[in-house]
């Protein structure tokens, strides 16, 4: 079965740091686009970043989050990693990670994974 | 960036009935547009993409049509699971962007 788990989530204080998972089943991380996306309380989907199929790793941010989140992998553990650095209260939400397959949407979710900033 | 806008932001509507969303693209993003339900509490799910494509094993009465900046999604008879939030979202070019979201309620 396809699968994606996302772990990790929790309450910080603003500054903080947090390193959210992705473990995926089914599937190659590797060989996968594979997303973060976000929902705030009550809101509506944002996209966060994509790490790209492939060796190199290639990856694109949103902009609210660009230089302060940075998405990995690890390969043998079949793994993705959101690292969540400075965090802001409006950072405070639903964190999926999602599959696309080529030339398509966002397939797979993961169940989503809480992160509250709050002081 | 790609902004978003579908319309109405809220749509009330009965078993049986058939309901459009639109959603508007700020600039042409062709068809590289997809489509997702999300239920409370839930993960959204994909039910179209490249505009007009049928995710597997999303009913046949879902469908999707445009391209450019103008696109809409299509339900034929209501069904009681189909109440929920739609969201579109563009991945022409990045970063990729949603639009506000779609409640059908229950009239």
């Known amino acids: 079965e396809v699968q994606l788990v996302e772990s990790g989530g929790g309450l910080v204080q603003p500054g903080e740091s947090l390193r959210l998972s992705c473990s995926a089943s089914g599937f190659t991380v590797a060989n996968s686009n594979v997303n973060w996306v976000r929902q705030a309380p009550g809101k509506g989907l944002e996209w966060v970043a994509i790490?790209?199929?492939?060796?190199?790793?290639?990856?694109d941010y949103g902009e609210s989050v660009k230089g302060r989140f940075t998405v990995s992998r690890d390969i043998p553990k079949n793994t993705l990693y959101l690292q969540l650095n400075r965090l802001r209260t409006d950072d405070t939400g639903v964190y999926y990670c999602?599959?696309?397959?080529?030339?398509?949407?966002?397939?797979?979710w993961g169940q989503g994974i809480t992160v509250t900033v709050s002081s | 960036d790609i902004q978003l806008t579908q319309s109405p932001s809220t749509l009330s509507a009965s078993v049986g009935d058939t309901v459009s969303i639109a959603c508007r693209a700020s600039h042409s993003i062709g068809n590289w547009l997809a489509w997702y339900q999300q239920k409370p509490g839930k993960a959204p799910k994909l039910l179209m993409y490249k505009a007009s494509s049928l995710e597997a094993e999303v009913p046949l009465r879902f469908s999707g049509s445009g391209s450019g900046t103008e696109f809409s999604l299509t339900v034929s008879s209501l069904q009681a699971e189909d109440f929920a939030t739609y969201y579109c979202q563009q991945y022409n070019s990045y970063p990729w962007t949603f639009g506000q979201g779609t409640k059908v309620e229950i009239k």
């Open positions: 790490l790209h199929a492939g060796s190199n790793g290639y990856t």
């Open positions: 999602a599959r696309r397959v080529p030339f398509s949407g966002m397939d797979v």
